[in-house]
């Protein structure tokens, strides 16, 4: 079975930081592409963050300051690190998976069939 599993959500303060891991269950060299998401409470799903099977990386631009994401191939796993943290950071993180969509990005989460459950950042002042 295909899975995405998501960890390292945690309660932080602003200012702080932490980084989000993603383990896949496939190799994640079979996918076209995967990609970071949030969604907070009352908030549509946005895109963060994502990686393609050629190895190039794209952060939005309006998270480019503060949120990096990479992937470690030997460990099939992506990460999201965030720095800075802010209450508005506050949100559900889900990492998405593509076996589908030869190029995909952050900005259409409608590319992935592949979704893990979520880990949940909540950032207090």
């Known amino acids: 079975q295909v899975q995405l599993m998501e960890s390292g959500g945690k309660s932080v303060r602003a200012g702080g930081s932490l980084t989000l891991s993603c383990e896949a269950s496939?190799?994640?060299?079979?996918?076209?592409?995967m990609a970071w998401f949030r969604k907070a409470s009352g908030q549509v799903r946005e895109g963060i963050a994502s990686?393609?099977?050629?190895?190039?990386?794209d952060v939005r631009r309006m998270f480019s300051d503060r949120f990096t994401i990479s992937r470690d191939s030997a460990k099939d796993t992506l990460y999201l690190k965030v720095i800075n943290l802010e209450p508005e950071d506050t949100a559900m993180y889900f990492c998405?998976?593509?076996?589908?969509?030869?190029?995909?990005?952050?900005?259409?989460?409608?590319?992935?069939?592949?979704w893990g459950p979520g880990t949940q950042v909540t950032v207090s002042r």
């Open positions: 998405a998976a593509s076996h589908t969509s030869y190029y995909c990005t952050w900005s259409s989460d409608e590319d992935y069939e592949v």
């Open positions: 496939f190799p994640t060299d079979t996918t076209y592409c």
């Open positions: 990686w393609q099977r050629d190895g190039r990386t």
